[in-house]
C-alpha cells in the first residue's frame, strides 16, 4: 500500500539553483513535445509517442544542436517524467477526456521536479533530512513527519514543487496494508453546498469558512496587493516602475493566494477527519457535476473556493484508511426534493426555499433533508 506525505522543505542556495534548473528544464522540455506533435500534425505525419521522443531528443535532436547540450545537465528521470505527463495529456485529449494540452508558462504553471529511487543511498529519510537524487541531503522543515527509513519504511518516489517562494517535496512511501475493522453499523450522509461547506446526517453542520473574519481580512488585503500590481505594471509602460519591483509584488501576491489556499484545505481536512472519527460502516455523499456549476457566472467563484473535489478525493482516501465504505450518489438523484417521512417528491421546489414542508406536515430544513436522503439512498455506487 502507497501514501503519499507532503511536507515543506529548506534547501541550501546550491539546491535552490538545481531546483529551479530542473523545474524549468521539464517545464521546457514538455512544452518542446507538445510543440514537436503539433509540428507533426501540420505535416501530416504520424504522433510521435513519450519513449519515442525521448529516444529521439537524447540521440538526434541534441548531438546536433549543441546549444540544447544544458539539457542533459538536468535530473535525466525529471525530464522524462515531463514527456510522459506531456504524452499523457495528448492521450487524454484523444479519448476525449479533456481540452488539447497548454503550453506550461514559467511562474503560472505547477511544474515540479520529480525523483525516484534508483538504488539503496537513494531516497533516505531520517527524522529531520531527506536525501533526494542529485540534490543530496535536504533538511526538512517539519521533522518526524515523514516515515524514516530506518523504521522499515520506503520511499519509492517523490516530487519537489515550488509555490509562493517556498519549497516543498512529496514522497510516495510503501507501508503496510493494515485493514481496521468497523463495528459500526450506522452509516451518514453529507450533503455538500454552497452557504455551508457539508450537511450531515448525524445533526452536525460545517460552515463556510470563506464567511470567516480572517478569510475575509486575507482576501481584502489580496485585493489590495492586487491593484497595486495592476498600477506597477502600467508604470512600467511608462517607464516609472522596474521588473524588480513587479517581481517583488507578484510574490506578495503568490504568498497570500497560497495562504488563503492553506487556510481552505486545512479546514477540508480537519472536517473530514472529525467525520471519519465518528467511525460510520459507510459515508453517502452526492456526484456533484462541478464542472456545469463553473458555468453559471454568478457562482463559480463560491464553486471553486469549496473544493468539492478536493473534498471527495480526500474523504475517499480517509474512508480507505479507515475501512468505511464511501458510497456515491446519482448527480440527478432528486435528494432535497425527497420527503424523508414519507417519500414524496416535492417537483416546484425551489432553490430559495431554504425549509422543507411537505404535504404530510414535515418541516424540516432543506439541506439536512438532503443528508438524510442520501444516508437512506438504495441506488448507489461505491468509490
Known amino acids: 500500500m502507497l501514501k503519499s506525505f507532503k511536507t515543506e522543505i529548506n534547501p541550501t542556495d546550491e539546491q535552490k539553483i538545481k531546483i529551479n534548473k530542473t523545474i524549468g528544464t521539464c517545464r521546457y522540455v514538455y512544452n518542446f513535445y507538445l510543440c514537436h506533435n ?7 505525419e504520424k504522433f510521435i509517442t ?19 547540450v544544458w539539457i542533459k545537465e538536468a535530473y535525466s528521470k525529471a ?25 506550461k508558462k514559467k511562474g503560472k504553471s505547477d511544474v515540479k521536479m520529480y ?28 521533522k518526524g513527519y515523514i516515515p524514516t527509513t530506518k523504521d522499515g519504511w520506503k520511499i519509492k518516489s517523490g516530487t519537489v514543487s515550488i509555490k509562493a517562494d517556498r519549497y516543498y517535496v512529496s514522497v510516495l512511501v510503501e507501508i503496510p496494508n493494515v ?24 445533526g452536525k453542520t460545517y460552515k463556510n469558512i470563506n464567511k470567516s473574519a480572517r478569510l475575509r481580512k486575507i482576501e481584502k488585503q489580496l485585493r489590495r496587493e ?62 456533484l457535476n462541478v464542472s456545469g456549476m463553473m458555468k453559471n457566472r454568478h457562482l463559480s467563484k463560491a464553486v471553486a473556493s469549496q473544493k468539492f473535489y478536493e473534498f471527495r478525493t480526500k474523504l475517499k482516501t ?13 448527480r440527478w438523484y432528486p435528494s432535497s426534493k425527497i420527503c ?13 426555499d431554504r425549509i422543507y414542508r411537505c404535504d404530510c406536515g414535515y418541516v424540516e430544513d432543506r439541506d439536512f433533508n438532503a443528508s438524510l436522503n442520501l444516508r437512506d439512498a438504495k441506488t448507489y455506487e461505491i468509490a
Open 38 to 44: 503539433k509540428s507533426l500534425h501540420d505535416k501530416g
Open 115 to 142: 525523483f525516484v529511487k534508483n538504488n539503496p543511498k537513494d531516497c533516505r529519510c531520517e527524522r529531520h533530512r531527506l536525501n533526494i537524487p542529485t540534490l543530496g541531503w535536504v533538511r526538512l522543515k517539519e
Open 50 to 68: 513519450g519513449k519515442s521522443f525521448s529516444v529521439w531528443l537524447n540521440n538526434e535532436y541534441i548531438p546536433n544542436n549543441p546549444d540544447k
Open 179 to 202: 485493514k481496521i475493522a468497523n463495528n459500526s453499523k450506522s452509516g451518514i450522509g453529507i450533503d455538500l453546498g454552497l452557504k455551508d461547506l457539508a450537511i450531515v446526517s448525524n
Open 318 to 330: 480517509k474512508c480507505d484508511d479507515n475501512g468505511i465504505e464511501l458510497r456515491i450518489v446519482d
Open 340 to 352: 424523508h417521512c414519507c417519500g414524496n417528491i416535492k417537483k416546484d421546489l425551489k432553490l430559495s
Open 226 to 287: 492586487q491593484r497595486s500590481l495592476s498600477r506597477k505594471y502600467e508604470n512600467f509602460k511608462k517607464g516609472e516602475s522596474t521588473q524588480k519591483n513587479i517581481q517583488k509584488q507578484k510574490l506578495k501576491v503568490q504568498k497570500l493566494h497560497h495562504k488563503i489556499d492553506n487556510i481552505r484545505t486545512n479546514y477540508i481536512n480537519k472536517t473530514i477527519a472529525e467525520i471519519v472519527k465518528t467511525k460510520p460502516s459507510y459515508i453517502t455523499i452526492e456526484d
Open 79 to 103: 525530464v522524462k517524467k515531463s514527456i510522459e505527463d506531456g504524452y499523457t495529456a495528448f492521450t487524454r485529449f484523444f479519448k476525449h477526456q479533456s481540452a488539447f494540452p497548454s503550453f
